[in-house]
């Protein structure tokens, strides 16, 4: 049975640090191009980072960039994403998923499986 799991939200004081993983059970990781995604309340899922399987490149979207950092752990088959200097605006479920394309935006283009999420708060 294909699962991923998120953990690692929680609630941070603005400038804080967080680290999120993707756990996955029943396939292995590496094989996927992995996509980190939030939803903040009311607002539309947005691509927050992904990580190319082929050559391990790795895309932010631009409110992101430079202060998060997405890589793999093969030997606990996860994707990390690990963010820092947190703002208010983070403040969202994130989830991550077996897909994810760089067109300017992150995007998911093909069929692809997705953790139930973990709540990420930044507030003082």
């Known amino acids: 049975q294909v699962q991923l799991v998120e953990s690692g939200g929680g609630l941070v004081q603005p400038g804080g640090s967080l680290r999120l993983s993707c756990a996955a059970s029943?396939?292995?990781?590496?094989?996927?191009?992995i996509g980190w995604f939030r939803q903040a309340p009311g607002k539309e899922r947005e691509g927050v980072s992904c990580i190319s399987s082929s050559d391990g490149r790795t895309y932010y979207a631009d409110s992101v960039k430079g202060r998060f950092t997405i890589s793999r752990d093969n030997a606990k088959n996860t994707v990390l994403l690990q963010m820092n200097s947190l703002k208010p605006e983070d403040t969202a479920v994130y989830y991550c998923a077996t897909d994810c394309a760089y067109f300017g935006t992150i995007i998911v283009v093909n069929r692809s499986s997705w953790g139930q999420g973990t709540q990420v708060t930044v507030s003082s």
């Open positions: 029943g396939f292995t990781l590496d094989d996927y191009t």
